[in-house]
């Protein structure tokens, strides 16, 4: 089943703990982006990838990294996660060309105390 | 910046209405446009895609309609069910990014 894989589905941890959350396609997906949901804010981006090695800022990347070693994988990595982190995450990927539409993975919750 | 609008935020509704809910979007230079259903909690699931050059797009009770040079999308829904109950996005792709609107909260009362 072609799908957005992300793990964990929820996780609680403490301020300063470095956490990373998974992302894996199976679908060849060139483009892959992150992106937190928060009430009254919406969706927004953090970080995307259009390839391998090639990564690029969203409209929120501050306290996030990435990292695409691989096609399948997209990484997001929370060095110093503090409360204002607690959010739901979504990971989504396309190819990279404009007539195809986006898939999301399931999200994952994320609370930071 | 591409900002992209829902109206109305949210909507309630007997069952076995047709209902519009409402997308604009400032700049008109998109290459799709993307509508999601997403329930409490959960993931986005995509309903319908529409290309910049498309007027509309249908699934099922689901229609989608693509006006670009005014920069608006409406997505109607055909006899609504309770299962219908969701908050529903509307995407629009331009460059290499995908913005969102707030959503449509969407309850379909039996």
């Known amino acids: 089943e072609a799908q957005v894989t992300q793990n964990p589905r929820y996780l609680i941890t403490v301020t300063g703990k470095k956490l990373t959350v998974t992302c894996s396609q199976n679908m060849n997906h060139e483009y892959m982006s992150w992106y937190r949901q928060d009430p009254g804010l919406g969706l927004r981006q953090i970080y995307y990838s259009m390839n391998v090695e090639v990564t690029d800022k969203g409209d929120v990347p501050e306290g996030y990294k990435v990292s695409r070693k691989e096609k399948r994988n997209f990484p997001l990595i929370l060095e110093s996660p503090s409360p204002n982190q607690t959010s739901l995450y979504f990971c989504?990927?396309?190819?990279?060309?404009?007539?195809?539409?986006?898939?999301f993975g399931s999200g994952t919750r994320l609370t930071v105390v | 910046k591409q900002e992209v609008t829902q109206i109305p935020a949210a909507l309630s509704v007997p069952e076995g209405e047709n209902l519009v809910l409402n997308c604009s979007f400032t700049?008109?230079?998109?290459?799709?446009l993307q509508w999601f259903r997403q329930d409490p909690g959960k993931g986005l699931t995509s309903l319908l895609l529409i290309q910049s050059s498309q007027r509309e797009q249908t699934s099922g009770r689901l229609n989608a309609s693509l006006d670009k040079s005014s920069g608006r999308s409406t997505l109607y829904i055909a006899a609504s069910q309770p299962g219908d109950s969701a908050t529903y996005l509307c995407a629009v792709l331009s460059g290499s990014r995908l913005t969102f609107g707030e959503g449509t909260q969407l309850t379909v009362n039996p």
């Open positions: 700049d008109s230079a998109i290459y799709n």
């Open positions: 989504a990927s396309s190819f990279y060309r404009e007539h195809y539409g986006y898939t």
